[in-house]
């Protein structure tokens, strides 16, 4: 990679016959901007890309197609060994664009990556996500035009498409639809007709490895993972001294001459301070510790639902404290790497001893992750930075993912594979430390349940009242369009938090 951040981490495009544009740009994800006019095979393609400093890198035109791309390819490498005796790609557009013509849709089934893209020309558009949606793609198509964009509040504005069967509707904003994780829709822009190709699945199949050899193999599909994804620049690693986010600092660490940026965030309430700076120490990074009052903490619910446009009350309870920290860091774009997501393939917070249980239990948590955005850049975006999850590379995912359970819960240890991994690069403490969330250890949990308890949501209610005020954050700030400074989630508690409007009134909104 030649740049910190992505040539484009984000776009909305119109690919219409006749004239036309872009509805008006509205992003949560900080950067530059940049118009686009293209006019491949006969449509006319208007765009706005959100870039960082590089704007024609992201976009890419040969034989009558455009193609626009938010994000980046992770196996360029080898994906350069499909195009022989053919001039070399200079940037990850030219490289989609140039698999498309030889591989058409399938060219995606090929790409690691962290990205969205659109194809336009011969009177289709394209759009597809990476294997695991971790850069969102929105929709909305009527006859004529066909309007995509990595984030559904760009299209809160747009006329009410049609109903895409291949993909979810989006609360409140009719017609606009998620194209699913690791799926390619393909539409005929003259009708809006879709037909859907799925690029990627977790298998449900297992495989039986020795265990030095499943060390080995995950180790190695690990170490490619971070390298991949460092950069030229220091990277920042995100890091609570667990495994996962130990395992990711520690690898990058290896790909430097210099010391490695590390960071943690905690609050007045709990903080892992004491176990990353084990780690910092042990692995010499330049370490910094972040630590956000849990009052300030609760301020940016509205902004960790605007960044990551979820209705999941756990998953914008996750990444809160993510978003307190990201918007904590000073100074550029950053390029950062986290342990976010080893979880769900490891089967991380599950701690059942029995294995059919914890195969289960995984098995369905790999086939519910798609729609949450919870791996979804704009999370950093929000302050400019760029994040990026190792333990979710499409390599990674398929290995740790097939795995037969007793790698994963083996010895009495949670995630045993991965600890046997990194047992030579890691402090003793940090291979055996007992898994705790990201909003165990920041007292994200806690602190959201007790502002509930406090406006007097009784004990058995607060779940439900979770999901009211996320419901509500949602329609203000993707919706409505409202800036999230402008929305103070103690007004939101309090209005779910009186009387009946906890059920009916607001869940009929």
Not at 5 to 17: D, E, K, R, S, W
Not at 161 to 182: C, E, F, K
Not at 324 to 340: E, F, M, Q, V
Not at 468 to 484: A, E, K
Request: proline letters at 6%.
């Amino acid at each position: 990679m030649a740049r910190t951040l992505p040539a484009a981490t984000g776009f909305l495009a119109a690919v219409q016959h006749g004239g036309g544009r872009a509805p008006e740009a509205d992003f949560a994800a900080a950067g530059s901007r940049a118009a686009l006019r293209a006019r491949p095979g006969g449509l006319t393609l208007d765009a706005v890309l959100l870039h960082s400093g590089a704007p024609d890198a992201a976009h890419a035109h040969a034989r009558g197609r455009t193609a626009v791309l938010a994000g980046e390819l992770y196996n360029q490498d080898e994906l350069l060994t499909l195009l022989p005796g053919r001039s070399r790609p200079v940037t990850d557009a030219d490289l989609l664009l140039a698999l498309f013509d030889t591989y058409d849709v399938h060219a995606f089934r090929l790409l690691n990556g962290r990205f969205a893209a659109l194809v336009a020309g011969e009177g289709r558009a394209v759009l597809a996500t990476d294997h695991a949606g971790s850069v969102p793609l929105y929709v909305s198509a009527v006859p004529g035009t066909v309007l995509a964009a990595t984030e559904a509040k760009a299209l809160r504005t747009a006329p009410v498409g049609r109903r895409i069967a291949a993909a979810r509707r989006v609360r409140r904003l009719p017609g606009t639809h998620q194209v699913p994780a690791g799926t390619v829709l393909d539409l005929e822009v003259a009708t809006a007709g879709c037909t859907d190709h799925r690029t990627w699945a977790p298998s449900p199949a297992r495989r039986i490895m020795p265990e030095q050899d499943a060390v080995e193999a995950v180790r190695c599909a690990l170490d490619r993972a971070v390298r991949a994804r460092t950069g030229p620049d220091t990277p920042l690693v995100v890091l609570s001294g667990g495994i996962d986010s130990s395992s990711v600092a520690a690898l990058a660490a290896g790909h430097r001459s210099g010391p490695i940026d590390t960071v943690s965030m905690g609050t007045d309430l709990a903080d892992e301070f004491p176990q990353a700076r084990v780690v910092a120490e042990h692995l010499g990074s330049a370490h910094r510790e972040i630590t956000v009052h849990t009052d300030d903490l609760l301020r940016r619910l509205p902004h960790a639902v605007w960044a990551a446009e979820s209705l999941d009350p756990d998953i914008i309870e996750y990444l809160l404290p993510l978003t307190a920290l990201y918007l904590g860091l000073d100074g550029p774009g950053r390029r950062i790497l986290t342990g976010y997501g080893a979880d769900i393939p490891l089967g991380g917070m599950h701690r059942e001893d029995r294995l059919p249980a914890l195969d289960t239990a995984l098995a369905h948590d790999m086939a519910t992750f798609d729609g949450l955005n919870e791996m979804t850049p704009v999370l950093s975006g929000i302050a400019g930075h760029w994040s990026t999850h190792p333990f979710w590379d499409r390599e990674v995912l398929d290995l740790l993912v097939s795995l037969e359970s007793g790698l994963k819960r083996r010895h009495g240890q949670d995630k045993w594979v991965l600890r046997a991994a990194m047992t030579d690069l890691l402090p003793h403490e940090t291979v055996t430390r007992p898994k705790l969330g990201v909003h165990e250890g920041s007292g994200t949990t806690s602190s959201f349940s007790r502002l509930l308890a406090d406006a007097g949501v009784p004990a058995d209610r607060v779940h439900h009242a979770k999901e009211l005020v996320v419901q509500q954050l949602f329609d203000r700030v993707v919706v409505d369009g409202r800036h999230p400074d402008e929305v103070a989630a103690a007004e939101v508690v309090q209005l779910v938090a009186d009387g009946p409007a906890r059920d009916a009134p607001l869940l009929r909104r």
